[in-house]
């Protein structure tokens, strides 16, 4: 009877290989690069990281205000958060290995 569960040739991923999701130097170096690409967009926006923080503050103290507080400026909200989604998930889209 053959064996379910064959052995594989790769030996075992270690416990912070598979929290971060790969080797440790693989991960650092995309995250610097995922990094620079939106820091980069950020920068062609005139987004400055202050501006990100404090828009989250104040959406938080919006919906804390008021429930609907969060959907009076909606589409902003949603720009704003493109910047950011859209190049990182276009970065993960062309460095992704077929």
């Not at 594989?8 to 080797?23: A, I, K, N, V």
């Not at 620079?36 to 919906?63: K, R, W, Y």
């Amino acid at each position: 009877m053959s064996d379910p569960y064959p052995s594989s040739t790769r030996p075992p991923r270690s416990g912070l290989e598979r929290f971060l999701g790969g080797s440790p130097l693989g991960v650092i170096m995309r995250l610097l690069v995922l990094s620079l690409v939106v820091g980069f967009a950020m920068s062609v926006f005139g987004i400055e990281p202050q501006d990100v923080i404090d828009g989250t503050i104040n959406l938080v103290h919006d919906a804390m205000r008021d429930g609907l507080g969060v959907f009076r400026n909606l589409g902003a909200y949603v720009l704003t958060g493109a910047v950011l989604v859209l190049p990182i998930w276009l970065l993960l889209r062309l460095t992704r290995k077929h």
